[in-house]
């Protein structure tokens, strides 16, 4: 018998991105009801699907007995206390389940009985009684037949134990729960612009009201909820996960760059590394209570502690859903103390730097269209963060990266696009050349119209200005509504 899953938990279990199966509700292949999908039109249209090539039971038992392995677990699987919570809940589900079947299990033998003695009483004359009896018998031995297993029940109740479902209301926006984390980590993970501050439950910014299901306390929380609070439901998201396999919470979310608040933060110099002779990447790390929150796609100042000359503006080249690892890509610049600094080797593991922000416009709209990044030079950076940022929100069909390189040292991180090329199935990246800005920009939108012009997507171009303008005139040209191109200019 079919059952009914969310799109988000249909997409996990046939292995695809939920933005490809809301495609194909769009265009009518796939029928909803109540916002729920068929298991047996989701076996239809992927026939293919198994359990035992689906990847699920090889996360979960392939896990050696070392310490990978157990920090394997740590990441995949709950901890035990939340997992038998929710085998706790199954089986509840289950007697119910079953506590019902007996009973009609045992209202049809009443029936047929009766049924048997009012036809010895009214002989074989009586048609309608004797084509009742017959009715009710094979309907009996169909459902006491034993009917083959829809492999996609079986991976729904697997992944009800392992993972959990969380509706954030009243955005209708959905996430899953894996392993440890809590249900703040879980929802950054997915690219939800939740609401928090500190992420270590000392400040309360990250409060949510529990609608249904269960949680589970997993972090000591120096912030004290009011007893109000307690009893409308209300816990902290960075201290809570989901104990049941599905919860619904209630909470506001971010609705663009207007609702992050401006910080000052001071970060420590995690890293650097040489990504090319002229370009290096530096890593910064913020305290574990003061995170740094912003919008894939931003920019921030940077300042040298003790070095008031030596402040640079960078778009952050990492995703928000890691608060605490800032990324950045810096280019060798004689005119500019920070740079000078950096590649001097004055700049070390472990110094002070403070960070301002976020500031800027350059983010992903609430759009399910495909998506064309175009990038030149250190316009990656942004580009980056936004590409990130999409496939943890996982909500599109398609990714298309164009990075152009002017600069000698080219695409200084071509092995991660090539990377992301081979690994996902909706993601294509194409590498080009040219000394010249405009003269690239052009051979870009050459490639872009190739395969993309025809169909309805979404631009998002950075770098120099010449580059951008060039390609915005170039898009334009090509009928590209202005609305769906968004722009953003670097250095």
Known sequence: MAQWVTVWRAAQLVGVPRGVLQQRVRSGEIELADGLVSTQTLLTLYPQTKLEESGLLERVTQIRDDSFGKRLRERILPSQEVLAQ???????????????????????????????????????????????????????????????????????????????????????????????????????????????????GSCGLCKVRVIDGQVACTLHSDYSLSPAERQQGYVLACAHTAASSELTIETLEARGPADMPEQQIVTSVRGLRELAPDTVQLHLQTPRTHRLRFLAGQSVTLGLAGAQDAHIDLAIASCPCDDRNLHFFIARDPGNSFAERLFSGAVKPGDAVTVWGPSGDF?????????????????????????????AADTVPSISLFWLATRADGHFMGNQCRAWSEALDNFDSTLTHHVDLVTGASHMSAAIRADLFDIDCVYYVAGPRRFVDALRAELSAAGVSAARVHCEITS
């Open 363 to 391: 983010v992903l709209d609430e759009d399910t269209r495909p998506l064309v990044f175009a990038a030149c030079d250190l316009g990656f950076a942004p580009i980056k963060s936004l590409i990130e940022h999409a496939l």
């Open 86 to 200: 929710r085998l706790f809940q199954q089986s509840q589900e289950l007697a119910d389940v079953q506590r019902h079947l007996q009973r009609y299990h045992a209202l049809v033998i009443a029936l047929r009985d009766r049924l048997h003695e009012f036809s010895r009483s009214a002989g074989a004359d009586d048609a309608r009684l004797q084509a009742l009896r017959r009715q009710l018998d094979e309907g009996l031995a169909r459902a006491l037949a034993t009917e083959s297993v829809d492999v996609l029940d079986v991976m729904d109740d697997m992944l009800k134990v392992v993972s959990a479902q969380v509706t954030v209301r009243p955005s209708g926006h959905q996430f899953t729960v894996e392993g440890r984390d809590s249900l703040l980590q879980a929802g950054m993970r997915a690219g939800l612009k939740l609401n928090y501050g500190c992420g270590n």
